[in-house]
């Protein structure tokens, strides 16, 4: 009997193993425990994906573990080890380093825990589900605003952190909305540079370096996100051009909706974090109870083709913030001032 015992429950562990999802139904009366783990809290939209999963597991009465892994991969995966610890029963993961992070992945399922991929998707694992918004789209956006309101003239393109997988898609986004411009001659990139963890001091380093080696001579700035922005416009000030040059961003910060009103931030790109969290938790909780989390898509991650759950963007200007932030109450009027 025992035997037959063994035999059904290495059959039931395999079974498991092999589908698209790892089922870790939690048994009856068993409380439900969500790891997640973030790349940082230096960044406003990163603090609102923290507050999002803690206002969701608290409506849901579920207990969760959020660890903060400070930009560093080696820290991001001590910490995840530290939670499976705790018994979770699902990971959810916003990779710092996306390739470091399959190595999480295989921890996490050597437990018998599901890993859903939170906004960035960790390469060549085995990601049960990745939760985003359309990156390529928030690129394509940013690169939208560029064309549509700068005819000619010097461009900076900017990207986020390399070992971000978001970049590819954010970059390849905006390029292929300004690409014709580039290959007619109209648009000149003077300079094309990523910067290291997303660092607004990244960003004004490379933007003062284009600025001294074309005196100048800059109209347009594809700034990966609100934080870069920030840095490109202080490099812009300082040279009196702050307001005079497009530059884009993403995230929807209040200090970038704050430089949208002033002028000196040309645009943003808004995606409802409080969505996306509150959609990555009800998926974890799907997930460990066995439940099918509910993917409207796929993207392949150098590994296989990984279940995406996904979210649309929208681009924000001087002329519709109010609209979008304010009246949704995204945003509070009074934090704007």
């Not at 499976?84 to 710092?96: K, M, N, T």
Request: aromatic share 6%; glycine share 8%.
């Amino acid at each position: 009997m025992k035997k037959k015992l063994a035999l059904l429950l290495a059959v039931t562990m395999m079974l498991g193993l092999l589908g698209g999802i790892a089922n870790t139904a939690v048994s009856e009366g068993k409380p439900i425990k969500i790891g997640i783990s973030l790349p940082t809290q230096r960044e406003e939209r990163w603090v609102l994906d923290k507050e999002g999963f803690e206002k969701a597991a608290a409506e849901a009465g579920i207990e969760i573990a959020i660890q903060i892994a400070d930009n560093d991969a080696a820290r991001q995966q001590n910490q995840c080890d530290n939670l499976l610890s705790q018994g979770i029963d699902v990971l959810i993961i916003a990779p710092h380093d996306e390739e470091a992070a399959k190595n999480i992945v295989e921890m996490a399922h050597a437990e018998g825990v599901p890993v859903i991929s939170y906004d960035r998707l960790i390469a060549n694992a085995d990601v049960d589900l990745y939760v985003t918004f359309d990156q390529f789209r928030i690129g394509q956006l940013m690169g939208e605003y560029l064309n549509d309101n700068l005819e000619s003239g010097n461009i900076v393109v900017l990207s986020g952190d390399p070992g971000d997988s978001t970049c590819v898609p954010l970059k390849a986004g905006a390029l292929s909305a300004i690409q014709d411009k580039i290959d007619s001659g109209a648009y000149t990139v003077v300079l094309e540079q990523e910067c290291r963890d997303w660092q607004p001091s990244e960003a004004l380093k490379h933007m003062e370096n284009a600025l001294t080696a074309t005196n100048n001579d800059i109209q347009g700035v594809i700034a990966p996100n609100d934080g870069t922005a920030g840095g490109v416009i202080q490099a812009l000030a300082a040279q009196g051009l702050d307001g005079k040059v497009i530059v884009t961003g993403q995230d929807c910060e209040t200090d970038a909706i704050k430089r949208i009103i002033e002028g000196t931030q040309s645009m943003t790109v808004f995606f409802d974090t409080r969505d996306m969290s509150a959609a990555a938790f009800e998926a974890a909780v799907k997930m460990a109870k066995g439940e099918d989390p509910g993917a409207n898509g796929s993207e392949f991650n150098g590994k296989i083709d990984v279940p995406v759950l996904q979210f649309p963007a929208v681009q924000v200007t001087v002329d519709n913030y109010y609209e979008l932030l304010i009246e949704s109450g995204y945003m509070k009027e009074e934090d704007l001032v």
